[in-house]
């Protein structure tokens, strides 16, 4: 296990910025139009630069073109439009407090509609299925519903609590201490979110640009500027196309933060998922419309590989196709506390194999 100071030094480093050569997501393998997206020369003065073209730097553009009418906004990606995190991940929208997943999901469906995305997105309504895979574990999780009931009634029928019983026979899953249901969904989501950029630049022209492959490698601020307002860009921008100003500037960098923003290093660190795609063939039943799951166990440590095994598999399943969504982490810290995702631990994607089938009753 690694020691308080190894944890220490991985938290703290510097990220560095994107890699230039991240693995192939699934999500991506059809990439958008807008994938490498850029004016002709970077913008010498905007309103608004944000870094970052994920989900968060697509909200905050959004957000920012439609309450400034005049602002100007560039978004800034080191490499393909939406290429971080929201470009690979599970696709899973749930909240363990249902209440807030309510009201999530309906601002959720709201901007899929807006934006016509309801096919692109293959956004599905459906139950989430949380399966504990010890006693301990369900029982933790059924007290904490009952206090969570008991302090908030109107919270009261969104967890349908099931026995072990039911979560085999209904459900088809083996080894389970119990489960519970709750209200969720699924959705593409670099569909989703490239889509919405489209629409932006359409509906925007002139006040937002996307500045894609444009590493931010520095921002600097003028302290000449703190005095009364004498230029309104005081932010310099040094990208790999050269300089940028702007009057403010918006981090959407996700683990990269500590990279430009070192006051941030052991507050954001990155930490690296492992996802897979997976074809179950005519075994398993499609179920993609009707429930995502959720599989907690107790977290793993085993000495001789240092792997740790961090308690959650999750798991979505596409109803055109059947594949699986799956992902779970069985990695050593340092691979997992880490930026670099021009690889994937060869161990990570064999351990998701091999635990799959087990929990429909197959062998892995
Ligand atoms: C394997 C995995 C599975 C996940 N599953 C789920 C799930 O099922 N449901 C869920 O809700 N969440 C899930 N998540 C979490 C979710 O993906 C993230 O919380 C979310 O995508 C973060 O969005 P973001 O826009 O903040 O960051 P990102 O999408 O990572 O965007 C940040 C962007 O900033 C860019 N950038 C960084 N530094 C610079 C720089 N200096 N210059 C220019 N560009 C820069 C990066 O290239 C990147 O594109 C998962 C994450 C992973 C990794």
Redesign the pocket.
């Given at each position: 296990m690694a020691s308080d100071k190894e944890l220490a030094s991985l938290v703290t480093a510097d990220p560095g910025?994107?890699r230039p050569n991240p693995t192939q997501s699934y999500w991506q393998h059809i990439p958008h139009p807008l994938a490498n997206t850029r004016s002709e020369s970077l913008p010498s003065e905007r309103d608004y630069a944000i870094?970052?073209?994920?989900?968060?730097?697509c909200s905050v553009a959004k957000t920012l073109l439609e309450h400034h009418p005049t602002a100007t906004v560039t978004v800034?990606?080191?490499?393909t439009l939406?290429?971080?995190?929201?470009?690979?991940?599970?696709?899973?929208?749930a909240a363990n407090a249902g209440e807030e997943y309510m009201h999530l999901a309906e601002k959720m469906q709201e901007l899929i509609e807006e934006y016509d995305a309801v096919e692109a997105s293959e956004m599905q309504k459906l139950q989430k299925l949380r399966v504990f895979m010890t006693d301990s574990k369900f029982e933790d999780f059924q007290e904490s519903i009952a206090r969570l009931e008991a302090d908030h009634p109107s919270m009261k029928g969104i967890y349908t609590i099931l026995d072990a019983d039911t979560v085999l026979k209904e459900y088809g899953i083996h080894g389970a201490s119990g489960g519970a249901l709750l209200p969720a969904g699924t959705v593409w989501?670099y569909r989703l979110v490239t889509k919405v950029f489209d629409a932006l630049l359409k509906k925007y022209p002139g006040r937002l640009t996307i500045e894609t492959n444009?590493?931010?490698?520095a921002v600097e601020y003028d302290e000449k500027f703190l005095t009364p307002i004498t230029s309104v860009f005081p932010y310099t921008l040094r990208t790999s196309r050269g300089p940028m100003r702007a009057a403010s500037v918006i981090y959407?960098?996700?683990?990269?933060s500590g990279?430009?923003l070192p006051c941030l290093r052991g507050r954001i660190h990155p930490f690296?998922?492992?996802?897979t795609v997976q074809d179950p063939g005519t075994s398993i039943p499609n179920q993609g419309k009707f429930v995502s799951w959720g599989f907690h166990y107790p977290p793993t440590y085993e000495p001789d590989t240092q792997r740790h095994g961090y308690g959650l598999y999750?798991l979505g399943q596409s109803a055109k196709t059947g594949y699986f969504y799956f992902?779970g982490e069985n990695t050593r810290i340092d691979e997992a506390v880490s930026a670099d995702d021009s690889f994937v631990a060869s161990h990570s994607v064999s351990h998701l194999q091999s635990v799959l089938p087990r929990f429909f009753g197959k062998r892995g």
């Open positions: 910025l994107p870094i970052g073209s994920g989900i968060t730097g800034l990606e080191a490499r939406c290429s971080g995190a929201t470009g690979r991940n599970g696709g899973q929208m989501p444009t590493a931010v490698e959407c960098t996700n683990g990269y990279h430009l690296k998922g492992t996802m999750y992902g």
